[in-house]
């Protein structure tokens, strides 16, 4: 059964509008250029009579969500995700003795412990499917919502739907409380038949506990229900577990809680370049010969054969009574030709009325080039906004062949655009919940199972003050290359990065750090522990070689016995006078 035939379905749609707040709207806007499904609400583009600008465009180009993936992609795709680490910097002081220092900063053995911790945040959490879902929700509708906690002995992280989220925050800007409420379609079955009603959802997370309440029916003027909780979880954690992100917003834009879609100032011209296309192709499929005729009945088919039928008249009764009363006289009456219309060229088209023309009206090449040009000029200013550099076919065929310094190049202003993500992005939300993570396992210790917990729990104690307070941890992030390089561009780099090393110019860490990525290096410490071992072991090998090849060649030159002793020096003579 089709929803729109459910009892009381359409007062339930006005239900559903009616509690929508104004911030659900626009953002659903938003959402639905990215979707596709901006103009669903209007006529089929084919199929209506209504003007053309009243009608849904029967081509959308998605260029929105093209964009958006492009980003993704290129921020935490495959071989892009960044390592976060808690090392120190090369010129930080890691020393032993400065473990325990005022500062934040972690020495190597407990930095060490700590990235370990990290990876298996990331693992258990699945943090990298939640950052791609953050990134593209950010780029969408301006806002993305994350919830961090534990559940049934492990971290957990997930996304809240921004458009149906609001907060409240505390004079330094933390936040106080995070309100869920959205309203929804449900049906039940009533007295034998199905019935749709409008039904409000609320959940409230604040600092000591997390409630969702029972679903309330929604009513047409769009107040708020009497709410009743349905269950209650205290975490006591004396923070909100929520990470919210503005996404392309000042750091002191407190006018709202939002930020900005990369789409927010073009939606007339993505509706544009809608139609643009829809009018081009609706021109296309009409551009084909139109033929024409002059001086044929409506309906006239000229290549089906002939055919007549036969009419009767009924001969209508007189009062003189008359004796054709009762009968009819039967007429043939010509009806043309029947049957599909053929064509082709043994196919003749055959008139009877010899005033009969028959034309067609030709679409000139050059008829569809002023769409063309519109189109092409609306797609670079909508590539421009979006800071979007699409390749087609022909453009992807020269970047199989170019290095990863030309593709840099060719696409430098998205570049500059996810590079400004990675500083936000990454600070923001990606060392942001990996933090509050990190708080989370340090007040749930015992009762999480998660990998290197144990190990890493006496460092994450530190964290927290003798008032209780916390104080976030130094992390970094290490961002890969955008592109990979060609085996030329590998070459130069292990190149420079030798002759930086023997030139003291750099460590042989950051030599190890600077060609891991080629050599599929992951643990630069431990691989420097294995290059060290190595080493050694080569030079024992070469100092038994040398010694092997010494006493071979004494044998060789003494015939084959040892090298003689050394002769002692003879004494000078002495002389002495007469």
Avoid at 138 to 148: E, F, H, P
Avoid at 381 to 402: H, Q, R, Y
């Amino acid at each position: 059964m089709a929803i729109q035939t459910v009892k009381g379905y359409d007062q339930a749609q006005r239900i559903f509008e009616a509690n929508l707040t104004p911030r659900a709207r626009n953002i659903m806007e938003y959402e639905a250029e990215v979707d596709g499904t901006r103009f669903d609400n209007r006529p089929d583009w084919f199929k209506s009579d209504e003007p053309i600008f009243d009608r849904k465009p029967c081509v959308i180009y998605r260029a929105v969500r093209c964009s958006i993936d492009s980003k993704i992609d290129m921020l935490l795709g495959e071989g892009r995700f960044p390592r976060i680490t808690a090392s120190p910097e090369e010129d930080d002081d890691d020393s032993a003795e400065n473990a325990d220092a005022d500062d934040d900063g972690l020495n190597e053995k407990d930095s060490d412990c700590v990235d370990d911790f990290i990876a298996s945040l990331i693992r258990e959490a699945r943090l990298k499917q939640l950052y791609r879902e953050m990134y593209r929700s950010d780029q969408n509708c301006g806002t993305s919502v994350a919830l961090l906690g534990a559940r049934k002995g492990r971290l957990f992280a997930e996304t809240l739907p921004a458009k149906y989220c609001t907060c409240t925050r505390d004079a330094d800007g933390e936040l106080e409380s995070v309100v869920v409420e959205y309203p929804y379609l449900e049906t039940i079955r009533f007295k034998g038949e199905w019935r749709a009603r409008c039904m409000l959802y609320r959940r409230e997370i604040n600092k000591t506990a997390d409630v969702t309440y029972k679903p309330a029916e929604a009513n047409i003027e769009g107040e708020p229900p009497a709410w009743a909780p349905q269950t209650t979880i205290t975490h006591s954690l004396g923070f909100v577990p929520v990470v919210w992100h503005k996404y392309l917003a000042p750091m002191m834009h407190v006018a709202t809680e939002d930020g900005f879609p990369i789409h927010h100032t073009i939606l007339p011209e993505l509706e544009a370049m809608h139609y643009a296309l829809s009018q081009r192709h609706h021109g296309a499929l009409n551009s084909l010969p139109q033929i024409y005729e002059i001086g044929v009945e409506a309906g006239y088919n000229p290549t089906a054969p002939a055919s007549s039928i036969h009419d009767r008249i009924n001969v209508t009764p007189t009062t003189q009574g008359s004796p054709t009363a009762g009968k009819y006289y039967q007429a043939v009456r010509s009806t043309g030709r029947v049957g599909g219309r053929k064509k082709g060229p043994n196919q003749i088209w055959q008139y009877e009325n010899p005033d009969t023309k028959v034309d067609s009206i030709n679409t000139p090449g050059e008829a569809l080039s002023a769409l063309d040009n519109h189109i092409k000029d609306l797609r670079a200013k909508i590539c421009e906004v979006l800071a979007w550099a699409p390749l087609d076919p022909e453009a992807i065929k020269f970047a199989a062949t170019v290095s990863g310094r030309a593709l840099e190049v060719l696409r430098e202003r998205e570049l500059n655009r996810v590079s400004y993500d990675r500083e936000t992005f990454g600070e923001d939300v990606m060392l942001g919940v990996i933090r509050m993570l990190m708080r989370i396992a340090a007040r749930y210790k015992g009762a999480l199972r998660t990998p290197k917990l144990k190990a890493c729990a006496g460092i994450l104690a530190r964290f927290y003050g003798e008032d209780g307070s916390w104080v976030d941890p130094l992390l970094r992030l290490k961002w890969p290359s955008y592109f990979l390089p060609s085996a030329e561009d590998k070459t130069q780099i292990v190149t420079h990065t030798t002759l930086a090393l023997d030139k003291g110019v750099i460590t042989r860490r950051t030599a190890v750090e600077a060609v891991s990525w080629i050599f599929g290096i992951n643990d630069v410490k431990e691989y420097l522990v294995g290059l060290e071992e190595e080493v050694e072991k080569r030079r024992a090998q070469e100092l038994e070689a040398d010694v092997d090849l010494a006493k071979a060649t004494s044998k060789f030159e003494y015939g084959g016995g040892d090298r003689p002793p050394p002769k002692k020096p003879k004494s000078p003579k002495r002389v002495t006078g007469s």
